[in-house]
């Protein structure tokens, strides 16, 4: 395609495809000063970008990274990043750096942290039982 994206088979399929240095962007996330999980699904070399915004539409932060390497086939991708104070919207960017980079299921999600409990001395035997919420 000539604008760099296509999509898979279907007109609603959910894996992208970009050519390289192709940018897909999704623009004026709604995102609270927090801490939240980012993953992704990739193959191929892209690099991804948050930028964060106030209310005034000022860059205040950014976070990012890259997948490099050789991927044996759709690989997943998790980071945790906390937003800062202040941010109101979010861009988030993926540009591909090889000549052929597929993205899938991508997900933000706030996460809550919790205060971690000291530790028990190592005498007393004790079990625990996860409680996952979500």
């Given amino acids: 395609a000539t604008d760099g994206l296509s999509p898979q088979i279907a007109a609603n399929a959910q894996l992208a495809i970009l050519a390289l240095n192709a940018t897909m962007t999704q623009a004026d996330i709604e995102l609270a000063a927090g801490t939240y999980e980012f993953s992704f699904w990739a193959k ?19 976070f990012g990274s ?3 390497g ?3 086939g759709l690989t997943q991708f998790n980071e945790q990043f ?3 104070t202040g941010t109101t919207t979010s861009d988030l960017s993926f540009t591909a750096t090889s000549t052929s980079a597929l993205i899938d299921l991508v997900s933000l999600t706030a996460i809550e942290l919790c205060d971690t409990p000291p530790e028990a001395p190592a005498s007393d035997d004790q079990t625990i039982n996860p409680s996952f919420t979500g």
């Fill in 44 to 62: 191929g070399d892209l690099t991804w970008d948050f930028t964060f915004y106030d209310t005034n539409g000022t860059i205040i932060g950014s």
């Fill in 66 to 68: 890259s997948t490099a």
């Fill in 70 to 72: 050789v991927l044996l």
């Fill in 82 to 84: 906390t937003v800062p």
